[in-house]
């Protein structure tokens, strides 16, 4: 890496579709707060890079904001396997309530069936950032991944990374200097 990166990591705007569901790639975006995505618009940086993950709803946003982004297998979300698509109600009641509590109690090495856990997210968007440019780089991407690249940038234990709150459309920035990160805000409104 020659010379700084500087990541505005945003969190894709709301999945347009009900709650408490493990959305699929294809899941659409709700584009309709103007008003959120005009203020996130005036703080990101004129011509940097912008990378998104191939999921329809970080497509969409990036789009919303103006972005010409470049889709990146390394920063999709975590993959969820069976899970994809089913509401938690429903994982919760076939697998019954001990054992799904038991999975969420190490929700960073476990892996949902046919899926992966958030240490092989961490593992991607690892390699991800070892590809971006110097200089302003927009992510619009989603929660787990923004967990992931903190989890990164300050050596969290994946399940300290998790407990990050990140809301849609709220911007992360931290900076990849030559000899360390920095971190400058985490989901800011």
Same mark, same amino acid.
């Given at each position: ?54 999921? *329809? ?10 972005? $010409?982004? $470049? ?37 960073? $090495?476990? *892996? ?32 787990? $991944? ?16 998790? *407990? ?26």
């Amino acid at each position: 890496m020659d010379g700084d990166t500087h990541l505005w990591l945003i969190r894709h705007a709301p999945v347009d579709g009900p709650r408490g569901v493990i959305h699929a790639p294809d899941a659409p975006a709700d584009l309709g707060d103007a008003a959120a995505f005009a203020a996130l618009q005036a703080r990101l940086p004129a011509d940097s890079v912008a990378v998104c993950s191939p999921a *329809r709803r970080t497509r969409e946003t990036a789009a919303r904001l103006g972005l $010409t982004a $470049t889709e990146d297998d390394a920063f999709r979300e975590q993959d969820f396997g069976n899970w994809t698509g089913r509401r938690h109600s429903e994982i919760e009641q076939e697998l019954g309530a001990a054992a799904y509590r038991a999975f969420w109690n190490s929700p960073g $090495t476990n *892996r949902p069936p046919g899926g992966e856990s958030f240490v092989d997210q961490i593992a991607r968007a690892r390699t991800g950032l070892a590809r971006l440019p110097a200089g302003d780089v927009v992510l619009v991407v989603h929660s787990g $991944t923004i967990r992931a690249i903190l989890a990164i940038a300050l050596d969290l234990a994946p399940e300290h990374a998790l *407990r990050f709150v990140i809301d849609p459309l709220s911007l992360t920035r931290i900076d990849r200097l030559e000899s360390a990160w920095r971190v400058v805000v985490v989901n800011g409104r």
